[in-house]
């Protein structure tokens, strides 16, 4: 059975541009996590997707955002990008809500 | 709130044992979760616990108290590999919440 797979895996973006990341979840699971990980602040959650609505949110600004589809497949985005937003976007995936998470390799996004 | 507290850094030799401690504070608990995280890797799962007690998986153990909000995850007989991240993970009714990890060097 194929992991979570994101993509892209590497991304290099200006301040003020918008980002959109991809993340498909393992096959059957329903539950998508999104995760923020900096060296200072370690695993930071951003939100959860379960049957394609938002079921939680972190502590994070309108800018971020997210949604998932009938696939389970979710995408986020960061708009007006900002320097702090230099991280590794990590997504999870688990059959449902509470469950085990399967995380992918993750997205290594640089603000410039 | 929320809020766990792990050590940050921890050293330890070629086959000894060593144990790694975290309290936690959370309001509707489920479970806690431990995650290893080799550096430039994505998480992946040690173990759970819902209950009280010390679940065995291998060279791998973890414990939960819940009425004390503690648990430890004990790794025995270290290997060279062994040297990661591990994330400490309470799970509430709403969110899995992770430590900041405490990153665990293994010397020869």
């Known amino acids: 059975k194929a992991g979570v797979t994101q993509t892209p895996r590497y991304l290099i973006k200006t301040r003020g541009q918008q980002v959109t990341l991809s993340c498909s979840p393992i096959s059957g699971h329903r539950s998508v996590s999104w995760y923020q990980q900096t060296p200072g602040q370690g695993l930071q959650f951003l939100f959860e997707?379960?049957?394609?609505?938002?079921?939680n949110k972190g502590n994070f600004p309108g800018r971020f955002s997210g949604r998932q589809f009938s696939n389970s497949r979710s995408e986020m985005n960061v708009s007006t990008l900002e320097l702090g937003d230099s991280a590794l976007y990590l997504c999870?995936?688990?059959?449902?809500?509470?469950?085990?998470?399967?995380f992918g390799p993750g997205t290594r996004l640089t603000v410039l | 709130g929320q809020n766990i507290d792990q050590p940050t850094e921890m050293t330890a030799t070629e086959g000894a044992i060593v144990q790694i401690n975290c309290t936690y504070q959370t309001s509707g608990f489920n479970g806690l979760f431990w995650y290893q995280q080799h550096a430039g890797e994505a998480p992946t799962f040690l173990s759970y616990?819902?209950?009280?007690g010390l679940e065995e998986k291998g060279r791998f153990s973890s414990f939960l108290s819940r009425s004390k909000g503690y648990s430890y995850l004990l790794l025995k007989e270290l290997q060279m590999k062994d040297s990661a991240s591990y994330l400490c993970a309470p799970h509430n009714t709403d969110k899995l919440i992770f430590g900041t990890g405490t990153r665990l060097q293994v010397f020869p």
């Open positions: 616990n819902v209950l009280d």
């Open positions: 997707y379960f049957s394609e609505t938002q079921r």
């Open positions: 999870a995936s688990s059959l449902v809500p509470g469950n085990e998470q399967f």
